[in-house]
């Protein structure tokens, strides 16, 4: 058994989930295995994280349409896979209104950098800062 996930582990289990959804992969057990990368969710984690891709898959046009807003000279399809999943992720986020826009966007950003380019974070951080005015 796995080290239990902190919120912002869970966090980047749900970035995960929301980049296979972008792949057109259906969240089997295998995608929350690989997903969870040998850590444990506790019902409260496991909770958020389920909390956060039912808010995604429900409201999935309507983000997406949020992000487009925001893009200056940029269309979804042009971005950046893990660009694009921590956008996601972060409007989802913002949607739910659970968690501060600041705390979402610095976790969105983090997970842009790890996962993404350079210049992955300060566009991540430009996109979800106008989304949340």
Do not use: C
Not at 8 to 33: M, N, P, Y
Not at 58 to 86: C, G, S, Y
């Amino acid at each position: 058994m796995g080290q239990a996930l902190s919120r912002s582990e869970s966090r980047e289990v749900a970035f995960r989930l929301i980049f296979a959804l972008g792949q057109h992969t259906v969240l089997d057990g295998a995608a929350w295995e690989l997903a969870l990368d040998g850590k444990t969710a506790p019902a409260p984690e496991q909770q958020y994280i389920t909390q956060i891709l039912e808010k995604f898959t429900a409201e999935q046009n309507a983000i997406d349409e949020q992000i487009t807003v925001h893009l200056k000279k940029w269309t979804l399809d042009r971005l950046r896979q893990t660009d694009l999943a921590a956008l996601r992720l972060g409007a989802t986020e913002i949607r739910l209104g659970t968690v501060p826009a600041p705390v979402i966007i610095n976790e969105a950003v983090n997970l842009a950098k790890k996962y993404g380019e350079a210049q992955s974070g300060p566009f991540v951080n430009g996109v979800l800062a106008q989304l949340a005015e």
